[in-house]
């Protein structure tokens, strides 16, 4: 099992690095958040290696420690919460979620089997379980909601330029020259910490506002000459 999570936690380092790397490419003003999730990248990177190196069977003193120790409701509460604010509203696309579904709760269920003798063991760690369960489906509730917000926004800009093209025969060649005659100001995308912007395409054949949809690769593009979504990777 810890090698298990050991080879799980690197992944989610490496995915945590790669976004580091992407945020200094893309968005080089958010330094301090790119050193972040730099930060949490080593020290995910090390939790990994310690399991790694960590024995599969512990002492059978160990293991009654732990079965007596389960996590508490009021810490599961706050690291949901705290993991709930990291995956929706900062990194926006389903790592912690993802993580949670395939290992976490396995883990804690697996836990609370091999507990059953100790009801109120037991019954701490199905409410954990309950408690993550929740977090993910507020997770995917939040992104789901933040990418409709964007395509709303995206319209309410599309709508702009089309204003725009009506009065000047043409379609902006960048979004900051709605401002302020068609629209006050450029809205953000998305309630997120990073890749919360849009992004506009302007070509003599094509004029697409963009959005990231799930960081850091994935956009969804709006086309004005066609009127029709799209995505690219």
Excluded at 96 to 103: K, M, R
Excluded at 163 to 169: N, Q, T, V
Excluded at 177 to 195: G, M
């Amino acid at each position: 099992m810890n090698r298990f999570l050991a080879v799980v936690y690197a992944i989610v380092a490496a995915v945590f690095l790669m976004i580091a790397v992407s945020i200094t490419f893309e968005e080089s003003d958010l330094f301090l958040t790119s050193a972040f999730f730099t930060f949490l990248a080593a020290v995910i990177a090390y939790t990994s290696w310690k399991r790694w190196h960590k024995p599969d069977h512990p002492e059978a003193g160990a293991n009654q420690n732990e079965q007596r120790k389960p996590l508490s409701i009021a810490r599961a509460s706050l690291y949901a919460t705290g993991l709930f604010v990291l995956d929706a509203l900062i990194i926006n696309q389903f790592v912690i979620a993802f993580v949670t579904i395939s290992v976490v709760l396995p883990v804690i269920l697996f836990r609370a089997v091999r507990a059953r003798k100790d009801r109120e063991v037991l019954k701490i760690r199905l409410i954990t379980a309950g408690i993550f369960s929740l977090m993910v489906v507020c997770i995917i509730t939040a992104v789901h909601l933040n990418n409709q917000l964007a395509r709303n926004r995206t319209l309410y800009l599309a709508a702009a330029c089309e204003k725009f093209k009506s009065e000047r025969g043409r379609y902006p060649e960048k979004l900051s020259d709605l401002v302020p005659a068609d629209i006050p100001e450029i809205p953000s995308a998305k309630v997120t910490l990073i890749y919360s912007g849009f992004m506009y395409i302007a070509r003599e054949d094509r004029h697409a506002i963009l959005f990231v949809a799930i960081p850091p690769f994935r956009r969804v593009t709006y086309t004005l000459e066609n009127k029709s979504w799209g995505m690219i990777d």
